[in-house]
C-alpha cells in the first residue's frame, strides 16, 4: 500500500541503493528532445531531461529479494521506487509508472517493477500482491497488456494472464472492495484517493475522527466511485485482450467481454449526471449519490472508452480545472478552502495531471492538452523537479492538508522527486505529443502538435529492435506526409519487426487557432505561446517573477514569509548545485551590456555570494547585503556589466564552490538588454 505520507512521518531511510546511471537499454543513450524553437526547449525540453533522469537514475534502484516473490525477477536488473521518501515499489505506482513510461524506456526494468508487486497464494498461483490496497490493484492489467504491446514479450503476457485471472477472482469474491451485486459495481476507496481528506461529508465528517486512511470509513469500504470501477472495466477488457492474443478458448475471452459490457452499463446507469454533464464521483452504499469531480475518473471515462461520443463532449465542456492544472477532486470540501486545500481535494497532483492530458490529446481537444502539458513542465521547471503535489491555484509545492493524529488539520508534506510525476510528462510527450500508440502489429503515430511549439525531433527511442529518431513539422493533428528514411509508409505507422536505426518524419497541418496564454499574440506567431507576454508574446526582461523561473538543486516556490511580489518567491538556494536560471527575451540579437536588478532576501548575519552567469559563462560572483534579521524583509542589488548576446540569452544565478548562498529571491528586472 502505498501511504502517501509527509516526510515528518518516516523514520527510515530508503532500503535498497539508487542505482547511479540511466537504466535504458545496455549501450545505448536515453532519448532526447530537440525543438526548434528556443522557448520551447527551455521549457518542454529542460522538463523532459529531468523526467528522465528522475525515472532512469533517481527512481531506478537495486534488485532486493524480498520483492521477488513472484518468481519472475532478474536479479541483473533493477526495480523503479515510488519516489522520494517512498522506496517500495508499490503496486499502482509501479503499473502506473510502466503504464506511462517505463516499458517504453527501459522495458526490462519495467518487467522486473512489475513482477515486483505480484506473489503467489498458497497454491502457488500467481496474483498481484494482496495488501490492505485492495481497490486498486487491477490497474496492474492495463500496465501489463500495455507492456505486451510495447516489447512483444509473449512469455510475459502468458504470465501476466495468469496473474490478472486470479486476481480478478479474488477481488470479485472479495468481502471488502468487493463486488456490489444490487448495483453491479466494485466497493471500495476510488482509485487514486488513500487519503480520507479525498471525500466529501458523508463518507467523511467535519474533523476526520476515524481515520487519515479512507478504508476505515464504513461508508467508503462499502461506497462505489467513478474511477475504482472504470479500472475494473479496463482489467476486463485486458484480460479478454490477454486471452485472446494467448489462444485461450473462446468462452474465457467472451466471459470477460462480457463482464467489461455489463460494468460498463452500470457505470453509466449510475454515475453519469445529465445535470451536470459529467460522472459523478460517488455512490454510497444507501444509493446516495456525490455530483462532485473526479479528475481520474473523468479522464479514465476517456481514456478507457466508457464515455461514449456525445459523453465525451459533454465532459470536455464542462470539466473544472484549476489554475495549474486538473485537481483530484472538485469542488473544496466544506471543511476545506482555497486557504487550507485538503491532500486530495482541489489540488494538482502531476499522475491526475498526466491522466487527463492524454485524454485530452485522445479527444484531440490540442489547445487543452498544451495547456495541462505545460502547466506541468511549468512546475517541473520551477521547482528543481517533479514533487508529489502541488497547490492549485498558486502552484507553489504543497501538500494539502488532513488529519494527523489528534491535528484535525495537519499541514502534511509534498516529496519531492516522485516517479510518477516524472512518468506523467513523459507520458505527455510520447503519447501525447507524438501519438505513439502501440498495437501487437507495431507503433502507429497519432501526433498532437500544438501551435507555437514549433518543430520537433525526438532522437533515439528504442521500439524493440529499431532505434527511432522522429521528427515533427508544422503543427496540427492531420498528418499530410508520413515518411520513413524519406519514403512515403502507408498507415502512418511502423511494423513490430523493424530493426535498426530509422528515421521517422510527419508533416502536420489543422492546428486551431487561438491565444492559449491571452496575450494578444497568435498562438503560431508567438515565440511563448503558453507563456504571456510583450515580447513577441515572451516575457519582457524589465520584470521576471523568481517563481517562474527554471529552478534546480532543490530551489522552489514558497509562501512561507510575506512581502514578495507575484504568486511566490524563491527559497532552496542553500546548497552547492543550486541555480535560478531567467530567460531574457530580446527584439534583438545583437551583442549588448546590460545589468541586472534583483529583489531578495538576506536574514543572515552578513552577506552572501552567488555566481552570476550567462548562456552557461561565468561573468563573476556577485554579493547580497544582509537586509534584515526578518526573512519578511527585501531589499535589492543591481549588477552592472552584464554581457548579452542572441534574442534569448540565459542569465543564471547559482551557488558554487566559494559562495555562501542561502538567501530567497522575489524577482529580477534587466535593464539596457533590449
Known amino acids: 500500500m502505498r501511504k502517501r505520507v509527509g516526510s515528518t512521518l518516516l523514520a527510515a531511510a530508503?532500503?535498497?541503493?539508487?542505482?547511479?546511471?540511466?537504466?535504458?537499454?545496455?549501450?545505448?543513450?536515453?532519448?532526447?528532445?530537440?525543438?526548434?524553437?528556443?522557448?520551447?526547449?527551455a521549457l518542454f525540453g529542460t522538463a523532459y531531461t529531468a523526467a528522465l533522469d528522475n525515472l532512469l537514475r533517481t527512481n531506478t534502484i537495486a534488485y532486493d529479494p524480498k520483492y521477488g516473490k513472484s518468481g519472475l525477477l532478474d536479479p541483473a536488473v533493477g526495480i523503479v521506487r515510488a519516489g522520494g521518501g517512498y522506496g517500495q515499489p508499490w503496486t499502482r505506482d509501479a503499473s502506473i509508472n510502466s503504464w506511462n513510461a517505463t516499458s517504453l524506456l527501459s522495458p526490462a526494468l519495467a518487467r522486473n517493477t512489475l513482477w515486483a508487486v505480484v506473489d503467489k497464494d498458497?497454491?502457488?498461483?500467481?496474483?498481484?500482491?494482496?495488501?490492505?490496497?485492495?481497490?486498486?490493484?487491477?490497474?496492474?492489467?492495463?500496465?501489463?497488456?500495455?507492456?505486451?504491446?510495447?516489447?512483444?514479450?509473449?512469455?510475459?503476457?502468458?504470465?501476466?494472464?495468469?496473474?490478472?485471472?486470479?486476481?480478478?477472482?479474488?477481488?470479485?469474491?472479495?468481502t471488502t472492495a468487493?463486488?456490489?451485486?444490487?448495483?453491479?459495481?466494485?466497493?471500495?476507496?476510488?482509485?487514486?484517493?488513500?487519503g480520507i481528506a479525498g471525500y466529501p461529508a458523508p463518507p467523511a465528517d467535519a474533523t476526520e475522527s476515524v481515520s487519515t486512511g479512507s478504508m476505515p470509513w464504513p461508508r467508503v469500504a462499502s461506497g462505489m466511485y467513478l474511477s475504482t470501477n472504470?479500472?475494473?472495466?479496463?482489467?476486463?477488457?485486458?484480460?479478454?485482450?490477454?486471452?485472446?492474443?494467448?489462444?485461450?478458448?473462446?468462452?474465457?475471452?467472451?466471459?470477460y467481454r462480457a463482464k467489461a459490457n455489463t460494468l460498463k452499463a452500470a457505470i453509466n446507469e449510475h454515475f453519469w449526471n445529465p445535470t451536470t454533464g459529467?460522472?459523478?464521483?460517488?455512490?454510497?452504499?444507501?444509493?446516495?449519490?456525490?455530483?462532485?469531480?473526479?479528475?481520474?475518473?473523468?479522464?479514465?471515462?476517456?481514456?478507457?472508452?466508457?464515455?461514449?461520443?456525445?459523453?465525451?463532449?459533454?465532459?470536455?465542456?464542462?470539466?473544472?480545472?484549476?489554475?495549474?492544472?486538473?485537481?483530484?477532486?472538485?469542488?473544496?470540501?466544506?471543511?476545506?478552502?482555497?486557504?487550507?486545500?485538503g491532500r486530495h481535494n482541489a489540488i494538482v497532483w502531476p499522475?491526475?495531471?498526466?491522466?487527463?492530458?492524454?485524454?485530452?490529446?485522445?479527444?484531440?481537444?490540442?489547445?487543452?492538452?498544451?495547456?495541462?502539458?505545460?502547466?506541468?513542465?511549468?512546475?517541473?521547471?520551477?521547482?528543481?523537479?517533479?514533487?508529489?503535489?502541488?497547490?492549485?491555484?498558486?502552484?507553489?509545492?504543497?501538500?494539502?492538508?488532513?488529519?494527523?493524529?489528534?491535528?484535525?488539520?495537519?499541514?502534511?508534506?509534498?516529496?519531492?522527486?516522485?516517479t510518477w510525476s516524472a512518468t506523467a510528462f513523459l507520458?505527455?510527450?510520447?503519447?501525447?505529443?507524438?501519438?505513439?500508440?502501440?498495437?501487437?502489429?507495431?507503433?502507429?503515430?497519432?501526433?498532437?502538435?500544438?501551435?507555437?511549439w514549433g518543430d520537433v525531433t525526438l532522437r533515439n527511442l528504442r521500439y524493440r529492435t529499431a532505434n527511432l529518431t522522429i521528427a515533427l513539422h508544422g503543427a496540427g493533428t492531420r498528418i499530410g506526409s508520413f515518411t520513413i528514411d524519406g519514403r512515403p509508409a502507408a498507415g502512418n505507422a511502423v511494423p513490430a519487426t523493424l530493426s535498426g536505426d530509422h528515421?521517422?518524419?510527419?508533416?502536420?497541418?489543422?492546428?486551431?487557432?487561438?491565444?492559449?496564454?491571452?496575450?494578444?499574440?497568435?498562438?503560431?506567431?508567438?515565440?511563448?505561446?503558453?507563456?504571456?507576454?510583450?515580447?513577441?508574446?515572451?516575457?519582457?526582461?524589465?520584470?521576471?517573477?523568481?517563481?517562474?523561473?527554471?529552478?534546480?538543486?532543490?530551489?522552489?516556490?514558497?509562501?512561507?514569509?510575506?512581502?514578495?511580489?507575484?504568486?511566490?518567491?524563491l527559497d532552496g538556494l542553500w546548497a552547492q548545485g543550486a541555480s535560478s536560471s531567467f530567460t531574457l527575451h530580446r527584439t534583438s540579437g545583437d551583442a549588448a551590456t546590460g545589468a541586472i536588478t534583483v529583489r531578495y532576501a538576506n536574514a543572515n548575519s552578513d552577506p552572501r555570494t552567488m555566481t552570476l552567469s550567462v548562456d552557461g559563462r561565468r561573468v563573476r560572483q556577485v554579493s547580497f547585503p544582509k537586509v534584515s534579521d526578518s526573512w519578511d524583509a527585501w531589499g535589492t542589488a543591481t549588477f552592472g556589466d552584464l554581457p548579452v548576446s542572441g534574442r534569448d540569452p540565459v542569465v543564471t544565478l547559482s551557488y558554487e564552490p566559494g559562495d555562501t548562498g542561502s538567501i530567497n529571491l522575489d524577482w529580477l528586472s534587466a535593464t539596457s538588454v533590449r
Not at 513 to 529: L, S
Request: net charge negative.
Open 178 to 194: 468487493g463486488f456490489n451485486a444490487t448495483y453491479g459495481l466494485f466497493t471500495g476507496a476510488s482509485f487514486f484517493n488513500d
Open 503 to 569: 528515421t521517422i518524419a510527419i508533416t502536420l497541418t489543422g492546428a486551431p487557432g487561438g491565444d492559449r496564454d491571452g496575450d494578444q499574440v497568435p498562438d503560431a506567431q508567438d515565440r511563448c505561446a503558453d507563456t504571456a507576454g510583450t515580447v513577441d508574446g515572451c516575457p519582457a526582461p524589465g520584470h521576471l517573477e523568481a517563481e517562474d523561473a527554471v529552478n534546480r538543486g532543490g530551489v522552489k516556490a514558497n509562501v512561507n514569509h510575506t512581502g514578495y511580489s507575484g504568486r511566490a518567491f
Open 427 to 452: 507520458d505527455m510527450i510520447h503519447t501525447g505529443l507524438f501519438g505513439l500508440t502501440f498495437t501487437d502489429g507495431g507503433l502507429t503515430f497519432t501526433p498532437d502538435l500544438p501551435a507555437g
Open 14 to 41: 530508503v532500503a535498497c541503493g539508487v542505482a547511479a546511471a540511466p537504466a535504458t537499454a545496455a549501450g545505448t543513450p536515453p532519448p532526447a528532445l530537440e525543438f526548434a524553437n528556443p522557448g520551447s526547449q
Open 122 to 174: 498458497a497454491g502457488g498461483a500467481l496474483r498481484v500482491q494482496q495488501d490492505d490496497q485492495q481497490w486498486d490493484q487491477v490497474i496492474w492489467a492495463t500496465a501489463a497488456w500495455q507492456h505486451y504491446l510495447v516489447t512483444g514479450d509473449r512469455g510475459f503476457l502468458d504470465n501476466a494472464y495468469r496473474t490478472t485471472a486470479n486476481t480478478l477472482a479474488i477481488r470479485e469474491h472479495a
Open 278 to 341: 459529467l460522472y459523478d464521483y460517488q455512490l454510497l452504499a444507501d444509493g446516495t449519490r456525490g455530483p462532485y469531480q473526479e479528475g481520474t475518473g473523468l479522464a479514465f471515462a476517456l481514456i478507457f472508452g466508457v464515455a461514449n461520443p456525445a459523453q465525451a463532449r459533454s465532459i470536455l465542456a464542462h470539466a473544472h480545472e484549476m489554475p495549474w492544472g486538473m485537481p483530484d477532486t472538485y469542488p473544496n470540501w466544506a471543511r476545506y478552502s482555497d486557504a487550507q486545500p
Open 230 to 255: 472504470e479500472v475494473y472495466y479496463a482489467a476486463y477488457v485486458n484480460a479478454a485482450n490477454m486471452a485472446e492474443k494467448l489462444g485461450r478458448p473462446g468462452a474465457e475471452t467472451a466471459g
Open 351 to 418: 499522475l491526475v495531471q498526466g491522466l487527463w492530458a492524454k485524454a485530452l490529446a485522445g479527444q484531440g481537444n490540442q489547445n487543452a492538452f498544451a495547456a495541462e502539458t505545460a502547466r506541468l513542465a511549468k512546475l517541473a521547471d520551477n521547482n528543481s523537479g517533479y514533487w508529489e503535489i502541488y497547490n492549485g491555484n498558486t502552484g507553489v509545492v504543497d501538500g494539502g492538508y488532513q488529519r494527523l493524529g489528534d491535528t484535525v488539520k495537519f499541514h502534511w508534506g509534498s516529496e519531492p522527486d516522485q
